[in-house]
């Protein structure tokens, strides 16, 4: 059974810093494609990041280009969101996800952590 628990999340002010952890079980780590998607309320659950099984490639959502970075650590089973600049839009439940195949190709994940909560004052 596969399991991604979340840690990081908090309160920041604007102009700030966080860095998202997500440790993963019960798969082979390092041949899943892996993401970061956020929810805020009253919206819809958009992808933010997500990186390939090896690290090589990464996407991200245009709100955030430039100022979040996921990594990954397969010895670790562990994949990253490090956000700088946070702005109050940032503010929404940021959860971990784990595709199927090595590769981001738009489909939805397969597993989904359980969420934490990312919240910017202004």
């Known amino acids: 059974q596969v399991q991604l628990v979340e840690s990081g999340g908090g309160l920041v002010q604007a102009g700030g810093s966080l860095r998202l952890s997500c440790v993963a079980s019960?798969?082979?780590?390092?041949?899943?494609?892996m993401g970061w998607y956020r929810q805020a309320p009253g919206k819809q659950r958009e992808l933010v990041a997500a990186?390939?099984?090896?690290?090589?490639?990464?996407d991200y959502a245009d709100s955030v280009k430039g100022r979040f970075t996921i990594s990954r650590d397969n010895a670790k089973n562990t994949v990253y969101l490090q956000m700088n600049s946070l702005k109050p839009e940032d503010t929404a439940v940021y959860y971990c996800?784990?595709?199927?195949?090595?590769?981001?190709?738009?489909?939805?994940?397969?597993?989904w952590g359980q969420g934490t909560q990312v919240t910017v004052s202004s």
């Open positions: 996800a784990q595709y199927a195949s090595p590769r981001y190709s738009g489909a939805d994940p397969r597993y």
């Open positions: 990186v390939t099984s090896s690290g090589g490639s990464t």
């Open positions: 019960g798969s082979i780590f390092s041949i899943k494609a």
